[in-house]
């Protein structure tokens, strides 16, 4: 399988993409890698990490699509962009997916734009598993649209079970319509009619979940708009990070506290990892009819090795061909 990866997007710039790259051609036998950047920069790093392997080509793009760029216009104005050519690659079949942490606005539009959704699909949906204690959970939408018909929330449903099935390895996946309460009667009209559809399909729907239960793992997809999507991503972000600095602040405080601090680490650090969002990757762009993956935009090595592994899955189980297949005439035009 061969994966397109934009070496200039993400806040931490190309050393750690061209790390994690190298890193995923020795562990994952079946990716091959196109790296899309700076020629210059590319082969900097790759003979600073002693990569003599022949794995990893480069492909060379003079341009890059910033976090503040306006994202069409970026698109449409930096034409040879690590991303844009990374995306022409894709849909011309030269690669089998693309993976850029780069401006996700800017990602979206050329996706929609260079690539194109998966006929019957009206919107494509942001989808990064989160950690909760259990496996993980798939958060659909998480920032794409800020605005769904239920028809639209219905078909974010089936995508991420196809996805969670077949890339996460859940058997018949649970799916959790995200409202501010239990009942059926709860929530918007959105959130009412989204309920009815569910309810009525032949997908495993679990009901409404609350916020408060998302972090228990109670269902393995949880779905909502993007406007919904976004608060719970970032909540949970922050949440952790802010849980993590009290831990800090508590075990560092004295003497007593730093003994405490060493006997409790091999706990922390289990902890810490299920909490780690490089571990699962990065957030597939589902609707799109090619695999494009968002990774962080504070992406490490291994959260780009991992987006590498979740690709060689994503790509080796068909999960696009399997969303066009359980695509049904009439719902998918609503």
Not at 213 to 218: E, F, N, S, T, V
Not at 303 to 331: M, P, Y
Request: proline share 3%; net charge positive; glycine share 12%.
């Amino acid at each position: 399988m061969k994966i397109a990866v934009d070496a200039m997007g993400g806040d931490r710039g190309p050393e750690v993409t061209v790390k994690g790259c190298i890193d995923a051609v020795n562990e994952y036998k079946d990716a091959e890698i196109v790296l899309v950047g700076s020629q210059k920069a590319i082969e900097g790093y790759m003979e600073k990490f002693g990569y003599t392997g022949s794995r990893i080509q480069i492909y060379n793009a003079t341009q890059q699509i910033l976090n503040e760029d306006e994202p069409v216009r970026g698109i449409k104005t930096k034409k040879d962009s690590s991303m844009v050519k990374g995306l022409e690659m894709l849909k011309r079949g030269e690669v089998n997916a693309f993976i850029s942490a780069g401006n996700t606005g800017a990602l979206l539009a050329g996706s929609f734009l260079k690539v194109g959704r998966i006929k019957g699909i009206k919107r494509p949906a942001l989808s990064p598993v989160i950690p909760t204690l259990s496996k993980g959970s798939l958060l659909i939408d998480s920032g794409a649209n800020t605005d769904c018909t239920p028809v639209q929330l219905y078909q974010f449903a089936l995508m991420g079970a196809v996805y969670m099935n077949k890339v996460m390895g859940v058997d018949r996946p649970s799916i959790g319509l995200v409202n501010i309460g239990t009942e059926s009667h709860k929530g918007n009209e959105l959130a009412k009619d989204a309920f009815k559809i569910l309810k009525e399909s032949d997908l495993n729907f679990y009901g409404n979940i609350e916020a408060r239960d998302i972090p228990a793992g109670k269902v393995d997809v949880l779905v909502c708009d993007g406007f919904v999507g976004n608060v719970v991503l970032k909540l949970i972000e922050g949440t952790a990070g802010a849980l993590f600095s009290l831990l800090k602040e508590e075990f560092t405080r004295n003497i007593f506290s730093k003994a405490a601090a060493g006997i409790l680490k091999p706990g922390l650090k289990n902890i810490k990892n299920k909490l780690d969002y490089t571990e699962y990757g990065g957030a597939p762009l589902l609707g799109i009819d090619g695999l494009v993956v968002k990774a962080h935009g504070s992406s490490n090595e291994n959260a780009i090795k991992n987006a590498i592994k979740q690709s060689v899955l994503f790509d080796k189980n068909k999960v696009i061909s399997i969303i066009k297949e359980h695509l049904t005439e009439g719902i998918n035009d609503g």
